[in-house]
């Protein structure tokens, strides 16, 4: 398994043609208090999967606050089929819109992906008193 990419944004849509159209791409947010609250964040993510992965493949995305405690949590599961012979490795994406994400202190949150025992972080986002 391996994430191709993984961006915070404001809008993520997949096209008829395969193709991801990803909007506004940020790392950063800034607040004149907290906590504060960012109306909509759109999380993008695609997983690329090796020969010999598939099957039913239980995940999760949890977001960390500056602390590393548990912010958020968003499980789910893919369905990952076998490599065609005419086809890239199979992929899973997912494109997460959160609404009315609460920050609750200023810091760097990290979005952190589970995929059994393996975790990654895949997206930081430091969000600043202004």
Not at 54 to 60: A, D, E, I, L
Not at 98 to 125: C, K, M, N, S
């Given at each position: 398994?391996?994430?191709?990419?993984?961006?915070?944004?404001?809008?993520?849509?997949?096209?008829?043609?395969?193709?991801?159209?990803?909007?506004?791409?940020f790392?950063?947010?800034?607040?004149?208090?907290?906590?504060?609250?960012?109306?909509?964040?759109?999380?993008?993510?695609?997983?690329?999967?090796?020969?010999?992965?598939?099957?039913?493949?239980?995940?999760?995305?949890?977001?960390?606050?500056?602390?590393?405690?548990?912010?958020?949590?968003i499980?789910?599961?893919?369905?990952v089929?076998?490599?065609?012979?005419?086809?890239?490795?199979?992929?899973?994406?997912?494109?997460?819109?959160?609404?009315?994400?609460?920050?609750?202190?200023?810091?760097?949150?990290?979005?952190?992906?589970?995929?059994?025992?393996?975790?990654?972080?895949?997206?930081?986002?430091?969000?600043?008193?202004?």
């Amino acid at each position: 398994m391996r994430v191709l990419y993984a961006v915070l944004c404001e809008h993520a849509d997949e096209r008829h043609d395969g193709r991801i159209d990803i909007e506004g791409i940020f790392h950063q947010l800034y607040a004149p208090g907290f906590p504060a609250q960012q109306e909509q964040v759109t999380l993008a993510v695609v997983i690329e999967w090796d020969a010999g992965e598939k099957g039913q493949v239980h995940f999760s995305i949890d977001m960390l606050d500056p602390s590393r405690s548990p912010a958020l949590s968003i499980g789910g599961h893919t369905e990952v089929s076998e490599q065609q012979l005419d086809q890239g490795p199979p992929q899973t994406r997912v494109l997460m819109p959160i609404d009315r994400l609460i920050f609750p202190v200023e810091g760097t949150y990290l979005f952190e992906l589970v995929v059994g025992e393996h975790r990654q972080v895949i997206a930081p986002l430091h969000v600043i008193r202004n």
